[in-house]
């Protein structure tokens, strides 16, 4: 099994945003763009990026739901969150245990979590950063670097 975004690694990838936000929830698409924020912080004047920045960015979104979903899978069948169906959709939530399971992870790479988490969640919450708006802004640059890299129109060769 690739350690790299495994169901295991985004289910604790999930479950340090989940604790970050405990006891309040989260919906797919803030888990999705928090999960995105959280290791590419660098990018929107954060702490310095846990993940680099790849070619390939836009896929990396179109994955990452995929990917969460199969980690949220993984936090729920061991009892470490829970999945709420509310008015506004469904909803994911740390379980009691899911703090605790998280603070006693000492890997460098889950305390970096932690501390990424920490701040996405204190800007977040304090209106510093519209993690929406800045993930779009950052999709919007990848279509733009994009159609950069696309060869020009027929017109040229006159």
Known sequence: MNPL?????VGVRALVLLTARFPEPLDMAE?????????????LDGPPSLHPTLPAGPGELAMRRHLIEQGL??????????????????????????????????????????????????AQSS???????????????WARDFDSQLPSSGSDHA
């Open 73 to 122: 899978l993984v936090l729920m069948r061991a009892g470490l969150a829970h999945m709420e169906v509310s008015e506004e959709g469904l909803l994911y939530r740390a379980s009691e245990e899911g703090p605790g399971f998280v603070d006693i992870l000492e890997a460098p790479y889950v305390a970096a979590l932690k501390d990424r988490a920490a701040w996405v969640t204190a």
């Open 31 to 43: 888990l999705v763009y928090l999960d995105h924020v959280m290791l590419h912080s660098g990018e």
């Open 127 to 141: 209106a510093e950063l519209d993690v929406r708006a800045a993930t779009r802004a950052i999709t919007d640059r």
């Open 5 to 9: 975004n495994s169901p295991i690694e």
